[in-house]
């Protein structure tokens, strides 16, 4: 389905049953931002792979806890609850989930949006490395910097338990579930966003000389580019794995209109 391609309700009838793939301020805030607009004309269900993950649940949206263990699961869940639209929301960087949903989709004739941020981009003075796995990274910094900071989240921070050369800022919004011994180097659990002045104090503060992260995009979480920049501090940036081949979207006005379209 292209970007400009409006869908087709199933039901017109009644209110359009839309499923909501999340995680992330971005799943959420679609989910009210929905509600605002199409009021009892639009029936939200909000669905987590974990609780802990998502930051203030917008209220009155019931939200289902998977986790799912493959398409049949998300298809049996379209069928079941007359889903009309599927919208992916969750992290850039959930290559699996995004798979499935869209392959759920698919199987189910079911339109799915794809919503995701505008990339990151480098700007003139910006030293960007790029990569795109976090074994790359881990690899890369093995031969830049000997203090780093390193805000990739929480799924894959092994790949970097075995640099011991270099003194490690490891930065998460909460504890893995598997941590690992830094050999040097601290831990620091906090959610963002972070302001760039805040971003300049910590990377002074620890004497951090590269910043490893990942091509999230928007604007929230932006603070440590600028912060670089601005400190002249190289960045190792692991970017995003290809979209999936569905609807895309890149800001909540597109979505919005998307639906407005369909509703016509």
């Given at each position: 389905?292209?970007?400009s391609t409006p869908?087709?309700?199933?039901?017109?009838?009644?209110?359009?049953?839309?499923?909501?793939?999340?995680?992330?301020?971005?799943?959420?805030?679609?989910?009210?931002?929905?509600?605002?607009?199409?009021?009892?004309?639009?029936?939200?269900?909000?669905?987590?792979?974990?609780?802990?993950?998502?930051?203030?649940?917008?209220?009155?949206?019931?939200?289902?806890?998977?986790?799912?263990?493959?398409?049949?699961?998300?298809?049996?869940?379209?069928?079941?609850?007359?889903?009309?639209?599927?919208?992916?929301?969750?992290?850039?960087?959930?290559?699996?989930?995004?798979?499935?949903?869209?392959?759920?989709?698919?199987?189910?004739?079911?339109?799915?949006?794809?919503?995701?941020?505008?990339?990151?981009?480098?700007?003139?003075?910006?030293?960007?490395?790029?990569?795109?796995?976090?074994?790359?990274?881990?690899?890369?910094?093995?031969?830049?910097?000997?203090?780093?900071?390193?805000?990739?989240?929480?799924?894959?921070?092994?790949?970097?338990g075995d640099l011991?050369?270099?003194?490690?800022?490891?930065?998460?919004?909460?504890?893995?579930?598997?941590?690992?011994?830094?050999?040097?180097?601290?831990?620091?659990?906090?959610?963002?966003?972070?302001?760039?002045?805040?971003?300049?104090?910590?990377?002074?503060?620890?004497?951090?000389?590269?910043?490893?992260?990942?091509?999230?995009?928007?604007?929230?979480?932006?603070?440590?580019?600028?912060?670089?920049?601005?400190?002249?501090?190289?960045?190792?940036?692991?970017?995003?794995?290809?979209?999936?081949?569905?609807?895309?979207?890149?800001?909540?006005?597109?979505?919005?209109?998307?639906?407005?379209?369909?509703?016509?």
């Amino acid at each position: 389905m292209s970007d400009s391609t409006p869908f087709r309700r199933n039901h017109p009838t009644r209110p359009l049953h839309v499923l909501i793939f999340g995680g992330t301020r971005d799943a959420n805030t679609i989910a009210r931002r929905l509600r605002e607009e199409f009021g009892q004309n639009i029936r939200l269900q909000l669905s987590l792979s974990e609780r802990d993950r998502a930051p203030r649940l917008p209220k009155g949206v019931p939200v289902r806890i998977g986790p799912f263990d493959g398409p049949e699961d998300i298809i049996a869940l379209i069928g079941a609850d007359r889903i009309d639209l599927v919208i992916d929301a969750t992290d850039s960087f959930a290559t699996k989930i995004s798979q499935c949903v869209a392959q759920a989709c698919q199987a189910a004739l079911t339109p799915c949006i794809q919503f995701r941020r505008p990339a990151w981009r480098p700007g003139p003075d910006d030293n960007w490395t790029s990569v795109y796995s976090m074994e790359e990274a881990a690899k890369a910094l093995r031969h830049r910097g000997s203090r780093a900071l390193v805000a990739v989240g929480r799924q894959e921070l092994d790949r970097f338990g075995d640099l011991p050369d270099i003194w490690l800022l490891v930065r998460t919004v909460e504890a893995p579930k598997h941590t690992f011994d830094i050999a040097r180097g601290d831990w620091l659990f906090v959610r963002g966003p972070f302001s760039v002045e805040g971003e300049i104090e910590l990377l002074e503060r620890h004497g951090i000389d590269i910043i490893v992260c990942k091509n999230n995009g928007g604007t929230a979480n932006q603070g440590k580019l600028v912060a670089a920049r601005r400190l002249k501090i190289p960045v190792i940036m692991v970017e995003r794995p290809a979209m999936q081949p569905v609807d895309q979207a890149q800001d909540i006005g597109q979505v919005v209109e998307k639906i407005r379209v369909s509703m016509a």
